[in-house]
């Protein structure tokens, strides 16, 4: 392989499309005779309808017709989830919609209004009335607390983990911190709202969807509608940002399905922003527990890191909340324990880096007071309790360069400049602060289906339904085939976003890349095999007698003796070639499980902020950032860097500004806009500066490890670290809001 | 039902709709430009950005029937001749200002008419002046704190416009 476009900062292949406003999302497909669907949501938490009086929206102008649980066609109900069907992983709620009287969370959908035009559906869906007989609901994060039980593990997510006698080593310990951390729900608030359009012909269904999984919510849909999975198209090629919330399949995606049947039209249902909040789930809140014991030179000899989060009785999660400090600290005494307490609220669903965000928040915000406590440099203290092994179990890591990226994190952020006395640094009204906090996300893969075609022209088909949430997903694959076939970049064409494509991975778990990156690979070998058993075949090749010739120039090369794959398949009179890879979830289970039991992979990084408090407001701003990661081979500089800072962007808002408000009295989310949850805007953003290591790991593919999730991780814990030393005052709830900072 | 004409791109266009209708519902449900993004409808993310006499407005906000007198441009016609690109939709492709691009014409609409207003002088937060200012990144990041990405994209975004402004500048 010649390596001529794997690590450069390529533009994205799909650039023109999205600048020019050519590339069209799942609202924006025109069928002829097409119909509009607006939600009702309900107004309760709990209990069951007993009366719906839907006569004035039935005569409002426009309207086609108003669907409830009293005459919409019943689907099936949800299958329960089990390892054995995979497609369960991504069932939203259990809640059968408008097949039950039923309601199980404030926001739940109960009717749906299907209209000649948008206007005419959201007009209609507010003349719908719904009585209701309520009952008592559980709601309320912070008081169901106490009543949390063990969270159950398995094998690849374990929720608890004992080494030693961590409390009695904590209560023997030198010097040591205990603190309780809490962090609020959060949304994901892709900018794209949560859209369908549903087709159907028969018994035969065309979906435009907005999703980051394909393949999956295609086996879902199939299921709930009694149809063959072959008798659905999802065409899902650009989504307009995911981080989670479109994993799932949710109320819109069902019941635009179901409308299109009910009305026998075309249906297009574009959730509104509310209606994102009230029927797509959301980031778990969290209670954390942090106690760390050191000897007077700050080696660790207790760590205890126990959560309790949520989940609801419709469904949701455990989060892998303690995940990171099973890796990130030697320790002789480790305990962790997640705990979850289930709430009449839409389930909780995964949103970038789920558990792992909120967990790094708290463990990396303790080793900080720890480092105060030791009057030690943080660096340091993390450098003294950096682990050779993973600390739970002794496996080897695949790759950790976190001391590598402490060190240039320092030198390229000026960490030496800092004065570690709080309130010391200062810049006129401004309270000058540093923290530094590690970064820290499992690798990932699935199996991910591929097929690669080389043309007698020379031209290059990537085919895999892979999905473009941001991710620069078919520019990657490109870079990479286009370096293992030695083919100019401009000759590949990659083709995503497709159920009628080899089935891609989902978009979750940062591990779309080195998934589909695997088959490409191995496709393009076997490609290069058929390419060179063909030229042999002929007296007349060059390539006669070669036996391991490199893929360049357009073709196969030792030396000077070779010639290209068009004079190849010319001769062979052949009009393409083609190969496939990938699938196999047998012998990919197998290798999964292999692999975890020799190795702990994972990507990591330091993270180095600069935050400015305002003295007399308690305002506080990001004024400079430097993350350095070790993630591996760096495939695309630029689509890499930007997913980094992607994340990070997001942390920041995890810190300073974002939290679900759920009413603790009705279980509705009161600030569903994006006028009140604030997510960070230009201003809120300094320069990043973002570096990565870039060494391969050498059992990943191409030695890449997954981008998407590691650049938020430890990022709550950089900024409170930076407010701690701006200001003497640790804050341990998030958002870190002025109001938890006066006086100052 | 009201009947207008709206000159839209550069092209006359006959529009039958109710006077409720948003700006951005007649441009993407019934002009078909769904280059004009919606993402609140409520005017707090300006994904739906177009430019009204050159002025940038959240056509969320906007009802159809005002705008019947004035010169519609959205993404699909900002671009300086035919099958052309605007400079800056090439600096937002060089700088990687966008991942998943949905709110990306907005972003751009937004970037070109700010350039414009601040070339006419118009004063923002921070600069609390009314000569001359100078275009500094935080000038650039307050003026185009109306237009919210999820991705991240703000680094990549603040380039590209400081590489249009430096092309632009005299």
Same mark, same amino acid.
Request: net charge neutral; hydrophobic share 40%; proline share 5%.
């Given at each position: 392989?010649?390596?001529?476009?794997?690590?450069?900062?390529?533009?994205?292949?799909?650039?023109?499309?999205?600048?020019?406003?050519?590339?069209?999302?799942?609202?924006?497909?025109?069928?002829?005779?097409?119909?509009?669907?607006?939600?009702?949501?309900?107004?309760?938490?709990?209990?069951?309808?007993?009366?719906?009086?839907?006569?004035?929206?039935?005569?409002?102008?426009?309207?086609?017709?108003?669907?409830?649980?009293?005459?919409?066609?019943?689907?099936?109900? !949800?299958?329960?989830?089990?390892?054995?069907?995979?497609?369960?992983?991504?069932?939203?709620?259990?809640?059968?919609?408008? *097949?039950?009287?039923?309601?199980?969370?404030?926001?739940?959908?109960?009717?749906?209004?299907?209209?000649?035009? %948008?206007?005419?559906?959201?007009?209609?869906?507010?003349?719908?009335?719904?009585?209701?007989?309520?009952?008592?609901?559980?709601?309320?994060? /912070?008081?169901?607390?106490?009543?949390?039980?063990?969270?159950?593990?398995?094998?690849?997510?374990?929720?608890?983990?004992?080494?030693?006698?961590?409390?009695?080593?904590?209560? *023997?310990?030198?010097?040591?911190?205990?603190?309780?951390?809490?962090?609020?729900?959060?949304?994901?608030?892709?900018?794209?709202?949560? @859209?369908?359009?549903?087709?159907?012909? #028969?018994?035969?269904?065309?979906?435009?969807?907005?999703?980051?999984?394909?393949?999956?919510?295609?086996?879902?849909?199939?299921?709930?509608? #009694?149809?063959?999975?072959?008798?659905?198209?999802?065409?899902?090629?650009?989504?307009?940002? #995911?981080?989670?919330?479109?994993?799932?399949?949710?109320?819109?995606?069902?019941?635009?399905?179901?409308?299109?049947? /009910?009305?026998?039209?075309?249906?297009?249902?574009?959730?509104?922003?509310?209606?994102?909040?009230?029927?797509?789930?959301?980031?778990?809140?969290?209670?954390?527990?942090?106690?760390?014991?050191?000897?007077?030179?700050?080696?660790?000899?207790?760590?205890?890191?126990?959560?309790?989060?949520?989940?609801?009785?419709?469904?949701?999660?455990?989060?892998?909340?303690?995940?990171?400090?099973?890796?990130?600290?030697?320790?002789?005494?480790?305990?962790?324990?997640?705990?979850?307490?289930?709430?009449?609220?839409?389930?909780?669903?995964?949103?970038? *880096?789920?558990?792992?965000?909120?967990?790094?928040?708290?463990?990396?915000?303790?080793?900080?007071?720890?480092?105060?406590?030791?009057?030690?440099?943080?660096?340091?203290?993390?450098?003294?309790?950096?682990?050779?092994?993973?600390?739970?179990?002794?496996?080897?890591?695949?790759?950790?360069?976190?001391?590598?990226?402490?060190?240039?994190?320092?030198?390229?952020?000026?960490?030496?400049?800092?004065?570690?006395?709080?309130?010391?640094?200062?810049?006129?009204?401004?309270?000058?602060?540093?923290?530094?906090?590690? @970064?820290?996300? %499992?690798?990932?893969?699935?199996?991910?289906?591929?097929?690669?075609?080389?043309?007698?022209?020379?031209?290059?088909?990537?085919?895999?339904?892979?999905?473009?949430?941001?991710?620069?997903?078919?520019?990657?694959?490109?870079?990479?085939?286009?370096?293992?076939?030695?083919?100019?970049?401009?000759?590949?064409?990659?083709?995503?976003?497709?159920?009628?494509?080899?089935?891609? !991975?989902?978009?979750?778990?940062?591990?779309?890349?080195?998934?589909?990156?695997?088959?490409?690979?191995?496709?393009?070998?076997?490609?290069?095999?058929?390419?060179?058993?063909?030229?042999?075949?002929?007296?007349?090749? !060059?390539?006669?007698?070669?036996?391991?010739?490199?893929?360049?120039?357009?073709?196969?090369?030792?030396?000077?003796?070779?010639?290209?794959?068009?004079?190849?398949?010319?001769?062979?009179?052949?009009?393409?070639?083609?190969?496939?890879?990938?699938?196999?979830?047998?012998?990919?289970?197998?290798?999964?499980?292999?692999?975890?039991?020799?190795?702990?992979?994972?990507?990591?990084? /330091?993270?180095?902020?600069?935050?400015?408090?305002?003295?007399?407001?308690?305002?506080?701003?990001?004024?400079?950032?430097?993350?350095?990661?070790?993630?591996?081979?760096?495939?695309?500089?630029?689509?890499?860097?930007?997913?980094?800072?992607?994340?990070?962007?997001?942390?920041?808002?995890?810190?300073?500004?974002?939290?679900?408000?759920?009413?603790?009295?009705?279980?509705?989310?009161?600030?569903?806009?994006?006028?009140?949850?604030?997510?960070?805007?230009?201003?809120?953003?300094?320069?990043?500066?973002?570096?990565?290591?870039?060494?391969?790991?050498?059992?990943?593919?191409?030695?890449?490890?997954?981008?998407?999730?590691?650049?938020?991780?430890?990022?709550?814990?950089?900024? *409170?670290?930076?407010?701690?030393? @701006?200001?003497?005052?640790?804050?341990?709830?998030? %958002?870190?809001?002025?109001?938890?900072?006066?006086?100052? | 039902?009201?009947?207008?004409?709206?000159?839209?791109?550069?092209?006359?266009?006959?529009?039958?709709?109710?006077?409720?209708?948003?700006?951005?519902?007649?441009?993407?449900?019934?002009?078909?430009?769904?280059?004009?993004?919606?993402?609140?409808?409520?005017?707090?993310?300006?994904?739906?950005?177009?430019?009204?006499?050159?002025?940038?407005?959240?056509?969320?906000?906007?009802?159809?029937?005002?705008?019947?007198?004035?010169?519609?441009?959205?993404?699909?016609?900002?671009?300086?001749?035919?099958?052309?690109?605007?400079?800056?939709?090439?600096?937002?492709?060089?700088?990687?200002?966008?991942?998943?691009?949905?709110?990306?014409?907005?972003?751009?609409?937004?970037?070109?008419?700010?350039?414009?207003?601040?070339?006419?002088?118009?004063?923002?937060?921070?600069?609390?002046?009314?000569?001359?200012?100078?275009?500094?990144?935080?000038?650039?990041?307050?003026?185009?704190?109306?237009?919210?990405?999820?991705?991240?994209?703000?680094?990549?975004?603040?380039?590209?416009?400081?590489?249009?402004?430096?092309?632009?500048?005299?």
């Amino acid at each position: 392989m010649s390596i001529k476009y794997v690590g450069r900062p390529v533009d994205r292949l799909d650039g023109r499309d999205k600048t020019t406003g050519r590339a069209r999302f799942a609202a924006e497909h025109d069928y002829p005779d097409l119909a509009h669907a607006a939600l009702v949501h309900s107004t309760i938490a709990r209990g069951r309808i007993t009366a719906v009086d839907a006569d004035a929206a039935r005569a409002a102008k426009g309207v086609i017709e108003v669907l409830t649980h009293e005459n919409a066609p019943a689907m099936k109900p !949800p299958p329960s989830r089990s390892l054995l069907n995979l497609s369960t992983m991504v069932i939203g709620t259990s809640v059968n919609y408008l *097949a039950t009287d039923e309601v199980h969370w404030n926001g739940q959908p109960v009717a749906v209004v299907v209209a000649e035009s %948008p206007e005419a559906a959201r007009h209609a869906a507010g003349l719908v009335r719904i009585t209701y007989e309520e009952l008592p609901a559980v709601v309320d994060f /912070a008081a169901e607390e106490p009543n949390a039980t063990p969270q159950k593990g398995n094998a690849l997510m374990p929720a608890a983990a004992d080494k030693g006698d961590a409390e009695a080593a904590l209560a *023997a310990a030198a010097v040591s911190v205990d603190l309780r951390f809490t962090t609020p729900p959060h949304n994901h608030n892709a900018i794209e709202p949560h @859209a369908t359009t549903a087709v159907w012909d #028969g018994d035969r269904l065309t979906l435009h969807e907005s999703t980051q999984s394909i393949t999956w919510l295609r086996s879902h849909v199939a299921q709930r509608f #009694g149809v063959p999975e072959q008798n659905i198209h999802v065409l899902s090629p650009y989504v307009g940002g #995911g981080f989670g919330g479109k994993g799932s399949v949710w109320a819109g995606t069902l019941l635009a399905v179901l409308a299109a049947r /009910a009305t026998k039209r075309p249906v297009r249902l574009a959730l509104t922003r509310a209606g994102v909040y009230h029927t797509v789930g959301g980031r778990t809140p969290s209670t954390q527990r942090v106690a760390l014991g050191a000897d007077s030179g700050g080696k660790l000899t207790a760590l205890i890191h126990t959560s309790v989060a949520r989940t609801a009785r419709v469904g949701g999660g455990g989060e892998q909340i303690t995940s990171a400090s099973r890796h990130l600290y030697d320790s002789p005494n480790i305990r962790l324990r997640q705990s979850l307490v289930q709430l009449d609220l839409i389930s909780n669903t995964f949103m970038r *880096a789920p558990g792992e965000s909120i967990g790094t928040y708290a463990l990396e915000s303790a080793m900080d007071e720890l480092a105060c406590e030791l009057g030690m440099d943080p660096i340091e203290l993390r450098m003294l309790n950096e682990p050779a092994r993973n600390p739970m179990d002794g496996k080897r890591f695949a790759h950790r360069m976190l001391r590598e990226a402490y060190e240039v994190g320092a030198e390229r952020f000026g960490w030496r400049e800092r004065d570690p006395r709080p309130g010391s640094m200062r810049d006129g009204r401004w309270l000058v602060g540093m923290g530094v906090a590690s @970064a820290y996300h %499992p690798a990932f893969q699935l199996p991910a289906s591929v097929t690669v075609r080389l043309g007698a022209d020379g031209g290059v088909v990537v085919r895999c339904g892979l999905h473009e949430i941001g991710v620069g997903a078919a520019t990657v694959q490109a870079q990479i085939a286009a370096d293992e076939l030695g083919v100019p970049l401009e000759s590949v064409r990659v083709e995503i976003g497709d159920s009628e494509l080899p089935a891609g !991975p989902m978009a979750g778990g940062s591990g779309q890349t080195a998934s589909a990156a695997a088959s490409v690979l191995e496709a393009c070998r076997k490609l290069r095999r058929s390419a060179l058993d063909l030229a042999r075949k002929s007296p007349d090749s !060059p390539l006669r007698g070669v036996r391991d010739p490199q893929a360049r120039d357009g073709g196969l090369y030792q030396g000077s003796r070779g010639e290209t794959y068009a004079a190849i398949l010319a001769r062979a009179g052949r009009d393409h070639l083609e190969a496939a890879a990938g699938g196999g979830m047998l012998r990919f289970m197998a290798k999964t499980v292999r692999d975890r039991r020799r190795w702990v992979k994972a990507a990591s990084g /330091a993270h180095f902020c600069e935050v400015r408090v305002d003295r007399d407001t308690g305002e506080v701003r990001v004024s400079r950032w430097t993350g350095v990661f070790d993630v591996g081979t760096v495939i695309n500089e630029k689509t890499v860097a930007s997913q980094l800072r992607g994340g990070i962007v997001m942390g920041i808002g995890l810190a300073l500004s974002e939290e679900a408000l759920v009413d603790p009295r009705s279980g509705r989310i009161v600030n569903a806009s994006l006028a009140d949850y604030h997510v960070p805007v230009h201003a809120d953003v300094p320069r990043i500066d973002v570096h990565c290591l870039d060494e391969p790991d050498p059992t990943m593919p191409l030695g890449l490890v997954g981008v998407g999730e590691v650049g938020i991780t430890g990022v709550g814990a950089a900024v *409170a670290n930076a407010v701690r030393h @701006a200001t003497g005052k640790r804050v341990t709830d998030l %958002p870190i809001t002025l109001d938890k900072l006066l006086p100052l | 039902m009201t009947e207008l004409r709206m000159r839209v791109n550069g092209v006359t266009r006959t529009l039958d709709i109710e006077p409720w209708v948003s700006l951005l519902d007649a441009l993407r449900d019934h002009l078909g430009l769904t280059g004009p993004k919606k993402g609140c409808d409520q005017g707090a993310c300006g994904a739906c950005t177009v430019l009204a006499d050159g002025v940038r407005i959240n056509a969320c906000l906007a009802l159809a029937v005002q705008y019947a007198d004035k010169e519609i441009t959205t993404i699909e016609g900002i671009a300086k001749g035919e099958d052309g690109t605007h400079p800056m939709q090439e600096a937002f492709v060089r700088h990687d200002g966008f991942q998943c691009g949905y709110c990306t014409s907005g972003q751009i609409c937004s970037a070109v008419a700010m350039l414009t207003e601040h070339a006419a002088g118009m004063p923002s937060a921070v600069t609390p002046t009314t000569d001359r200012i100078e275009l500094t990144d935080d000038e650039i990041r307050e003026r185009m704190s109306g237009n919210l990405c999820r991705c991240g994209a703000y680094n990549g975004i603040l380039d590209a416009i400081k590489d249009v402004a430096a092309q632009e500048a005299p």
